[in-house]
């Protein structure tokens, strides 16, 4: 069992930045993917980044040229670094790491973008 961990979440005003960070108890290495998803209120979970193999990253368009993903595979760490961030950024952030094809989830961090 693998378990993710967030950090890094809170309260910035629009056009600021935040990193998020996601430590798991596994080697990150050996993931077929991970990365981050979020969920505002009332809508659906979506992806917002991923990393496939260490290899291919893909990125929402909404985020293109704004976020960025990176990983430490020393420290087993994934993080998300946000920047120019809007309003609508504003959302419940999940880490997300596929091991043997079996997947699993962050607790959530709050990320809220507002004046």
Do not use: H
């Not at 890094?8 to 056009?15: D, E, F, K, M, W």
């Not at 009332?42 to 980044?49: D, T």
């Not at 959302?91 to 973008?113: E, H, L, P, R």
């Amino acid at each position: 069992q693998v378990q993710l961990v967030e950090s890094g979440g809170g309260l910035v005003q629009p056009g600021g930045s935040l990193r998020l960070s996601c430590a798991a108890s596994g080697s990150i290495v050996s993931a077929n993917v991970m990365g981050w998803y979020r969920q505002a209120p009332g809508k659906q979970r979506e992806l917002v980044a991923t990393v496939t193999r260490g290899v291919w990253t893909n990125y929402a368009d909404s985020v293109k040229g704004r976020f960025t993903l990176s990983r430490d595979n020393v420290k087993n760490i994934v993080n998300l670094q946000m920047n120019s961030l809007k309003p609508e950024d504003t959302a419940v952030y999940y880490c997300y790491g596929q091991w043997i094809q079996k997947n699993f989830w962050g607790q959530g961090t709050q990320v809220t973008v507002s004046s």
